[in-house]
C-alpha cells in the first residue's frame, strides 16, 4: 500500500513539473519590446470583465440585481460598454466602474466609478520574469483620493488592471491593450 502512495505522488509531482511552463528568451524579448512601445505610444486599457473585491455588505446588495444579467459580484462582464484607462504620456484618462465600498467619505457625487482625467506620478515598469509579465505602475489622483494602480500585461490581449484606492476597496479588471494613434504635429 505504501509504494502504490509513493508512486502515486511521484507520477503527480511529474506531471505537475512536466506541465510547469517557463518563460523563454523570447518570452522576454516580446515584453521587451512591447514594454518599449508602451514607453514610446499612448495606449488604452479596455476591460472586459471586473472583479470587485468581495465583502458581506455588497454581497447582500448586488448579487440579487447582478445574477439577473447572468452575472455574479465575483466576476461582472462590460465587454462592449466602452470602460477604459488611457495613457498618453504622464496623463492618465480614467472611464473605469466601480463596484464596491466606499470606506472614507468623498461628497455625495453622482458618478460612483473612477471618471476622470489626472496627471500619473512614480511610473515604474519592469518585467516581472517569474510570472511572464510586465508591470506598469503609477500614482495617480482626482480631487478626493489616491490611486495606486498596475497593470499587469502578459500579452496585448491578457492584461490585469488593480487599482488600490485610499478611500474605496480594491478593484481590478481583465481586459486588453490597444494602441493609440500618433499625432503628428
Known sequence: M??????SVLVALLVLISCKTSFTADDRSQLENLQKKMSQQGFEFE???????????????????????????????????????KIVAQEGEFAL??????RISGGYAADAGFNFTADIINIKSNINDKNGYISYQFTTKNDVETLDVELQIYQPNNVKLNINSSHRTFMKYEGRLKWLEVKEE
Do not use: M, W
Not at 2 to 7: C, I, W, Y
Not at 97 to 102: I, K, L, N, V
Open 47 to 85: 476591460a472586459d470583465v471586473v472583479i470587485p473585491f468581495n465583502t458581506q455588505a455588497l454581497n447582500n446588495v448586488a448579487n440579487d440585481l447582478l445574477i439577473r444579467s447572468g452575472n455574479s459580484l465575483s466576476r461582472i462582464d462590460v465587454q462592449g460598454d466602452d470602460y477604459s484607462l
Open 2 to 7: 505504501k509504494t502504490l502512495t509513493l508512486t
Open 97 to 102: 466602474p466601480f463596484y464596491g465600498e466606499r
